[in-house]
């Protein structure tokens, strides 16, 4: 579909929503998300918006592309569940194009599950990197009229799939957290650590805290990381998952140019994180000083916490991603172990709605 960068302005000014629908998927983008203010500055000049093209396209993906997701979906066993679909956005005036291909909200799209698919072997949507690796991608499977859709929340523009890729750890087979943390696995957001183990009950560094969280939104893109932090180098297993949760203001640091990228990370520093994701996901948990205190009452050791994470330990609490260590505890200052996190990140896509 095609419209002029002026309609796609009245449609934001009136908080429209552009649906591009073919037989099999649905595109939903909010005209706000096309911000076409920044594109039409892009072009440089003055320039009148109606004299923008604003192409969003659905497409199946170049020949070479496909080969590619088929190329990573074998080397990992992955089994690819529905044909890999491109979408893309360009605004063009004359020879220049500009592609929209990040967003500030979650930008849903429905893809209808093939028939003969069994929609519970689906266990993650994903996005082709441009490494050619695969990245998770929020997806909940829903059904409508009848027919099932794997409903992927993104970002980003870029080619997808959805994949059945089942992951178990032969040590969490008796754990509290089994069956969150194999899902969790299993959607490509938490990896073990060699030999069928996850090590679950061991603390978490808050380099694998941040890894985990942007993964868990769908925000993992190889090769994009920058120069953030003074400890974190280039050729760090972690260096884009850090440079990507700086972007998206999940993590601040310590203030003086330091991440601390091996340190262990503290439950209220944890909880804090997961509150700003929040504002991501679009899980507002609306606090103010009064209503902190009033999420906080029953908890015995509140007080310990740091000031500066309260808030975020309540938001926290308050949407029931933490239920405390017990039920009259939090140990804000505890580390946080690899199961906890991923049953908190789990938590989070799912009060928001994303899984």
């Not at 009064?290 to 908890?299: D, E, H, P, T, Y």
Request: aromatic share 8%; hydrophobic share 40%.
């Amino acid at each position: 579909g095609t419209l002029n960068g002026q309609t796609i302005k009245n449609m934001e000014d009136m908080e429209a929503v552009l649906e591009i629908k073919t037989e099999n998927v649905t595109y939903t983008i909010p005209a706000s998300q096309v911000n076409i203010d920044a594109v039409s500055a892009q072009f440089g000049e003055q320039i009148k918006l109606k004299d923008i093209a604003v192409s969003v396209k659905i497409s199946e993906p170049a020949a070479d592309t496909t080969k590619i997701v088929e190329v990573t979906a074998d080397k990992n066993s992955y089994q690819i569940m529905v044909k890999p679909i491109e979408f893309e956005i360009t605004c063009s005036r004359g020879d220049k194009t500009v592609e929209v291909s990040k967003f500030n909200a979650y930008v849903e799209r429905l893809i209808e599950i093939p028939e003969g698919i069994d929609p519970s072997k689906i266990t993650t949507g994903i996005i082709l990197n441009a490494d050619g690796t695969f990245s998770h991608v929020p997806t909940v499977i829903t059904i409508i009229d009848g027919k099932y859709y794997a409903k992927i929340n993104s970002l980003t523009n870029s080619v997808y799939s959805v994949i059945y890729s089942p992951k178990t750890f032969k040590d969490v087979e008796k754990h509290w957290a089994n069956e969150l943390v194999n899902d969790m696995a299993s959607r490509l957001v938490v990896s073990g650590v060699g030999e069928d183990k996850f090590e679950p009950d061991r603390d978490i560094t808050r380099a694998e805290f941040a890894a985990i969280a942007v993964r868990a939104l769908g925000l993992m893109r190889p090769g994009t990381g920058k120069d953030v932090f003074n400890d974190v180098s280039e050729d760090a297993w972690y260096y884009d998952a850090v440079a990507i949760a700086y972007e998206y203001d999940l993590i601040a640091g310590y203030g003086n140019g330091q991440f601390g990228p091996m340190d262990k990370i503290t439950r209220e520093q944890a909880m804090t994180m997961i509150a700003r994701a929040m504002k991501i996901t679009g899980l507002e948990a609306g606090m103010i000083d009064s209503g902190v205190n009033k999420a906080l009452v029953g908890f015995t050791d509140a007080n310990s916490a740091a000031d500066y994470a309260k808030e975020g330990i309540a938001a926290c609490v308050k949407t029931e991603i933490v239920s405390g260590r017990s039920k009259t505890t939090l140990a804000p200052k505890d580390n946080i172990t690899r199961a906890e996190v991923a049953v908190i990140v789990r938590r989070l896509l799912q009060q928001s709605g994303l899984i």
